[in-house]
């Protein structure tokens, strides 16, 4: 089965307006569209994704929002709507981010029904999983995220399923520079998607499952050659055109070998 890579990155509470579109321009600039052959995606903030969207027309980059709320409307002071991020020209969303689980408390159940409204308004999301430092040395790595994925999907259809994009990030592992090895997180990504296909079945083959944790241009080969690993979820070495550039070819090149 081939699954077409996906490379994504993750801006978090970086680049205001002016460096953002600058940002896009850049990288639109370094992709032939004739020529790439990954999925390309960048998450910047609500306040500038309607522009980013825009500077990335005519471009293989598509956008994703790192946040929702599940309400389709009404008294939720500082919530933003899928219909919402689908207006300002989103494709993705981010979901249930280590950052917004710890940082903001976000509970499973709570990252189940975004999953849910994101797909019911015709986004894509991409669910975030990862264990502790803690977790991970007392072996329960599989357990954990193997909770938080059953968790998630708990209402999900296998047709829906097809549209859903898992990110197995370590919490360990993002932004400190240390990065999970590859077969560290093969082993993580095989019992995600065989927990994928013991729900949905042959599905399961076709859902992408990204890496996410200190990825840079000098790691991305040797875990994007892992079976199971179909892309990558990337925080600092996102936010500089060379880099995310960087990783984008190496992904492409290494798929076009496979
Ligand atoms: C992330 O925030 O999702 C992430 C993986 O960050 P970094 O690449 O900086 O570790």
Redesign the pocket.
């Known amino acids: 089965m081939t699954r077409r890579p996906l490379i994504a990155g993750?801006w978090?509470l970086h680049k205001p307006l002016g460096e953002a579109v600058s940002f896009t321009q850049e990288l639109k600039s370094a992709l032939s569209p004739e020529e790439v052959v990954v999925d390309v995606v960048v998450g910047p903030t609500y306040p500038v994704l309607h522009a980013v969207s825009q500077a990335a027309e005519g471009s293989v980059i598509q956008v994703a929002a790192q946040n929702v709320n599940p309400n389709e409307s009404g008294a939720f002071t500082g919530e933003v709507s899928s219909a919402m991020l689908k207006e300002v020209g989103c494709s993705y969303v981010i979901i249930g981010?280590s950052e917004r689980r710890q940082i903001f408390g976000e509970t499973d159940a709570f990252i189940e029904e975004k999953l849910q409204a994101v797909l019911n308004a015709g986004l894509l999301p991409i669910l975030c999983l990862g264990e502790t430092l803690e977790e991970r040395e007392a072996g329960q790595t599989t357990a954990r995220v193997g909770d938080q994925l059953s968790a998630a999907l708990a209402n999900v259809s296998a047709e829906q399923a097809a549209n859903v994009t898992v990110a197995y990030?370590p919490i360990w592992?993002?932004?400190t520079g240390r990065t999970a090895s590859p077969e560290q997180a093969q082993e993580v990504h095989a019992h995600l998607r065989s927990q994928l296909a013991e729900r949905f079945g042959d599905v399961a083959n076709d859902m992408r499952i990204l890496y996410?944790?200190?990825?840079k241009p000098t790691n991305i080969e040797e875990l994007i050659q892992q079976p199971d690993i179909d892309g990558a979820?990337?925080?600092?070495?996102s936010l500089k055109v060379d880099s995310f550039t960087t990783i984008i070819q190496t992904a492409q090149r290494v798929f076009q070998q496979s």
Do not use: C, D, P
């Open positions: 993750n978090k981010h990030e592992a993002i932004g996410g944790g200190s990825v979820l990337i925080g600092g070495a």
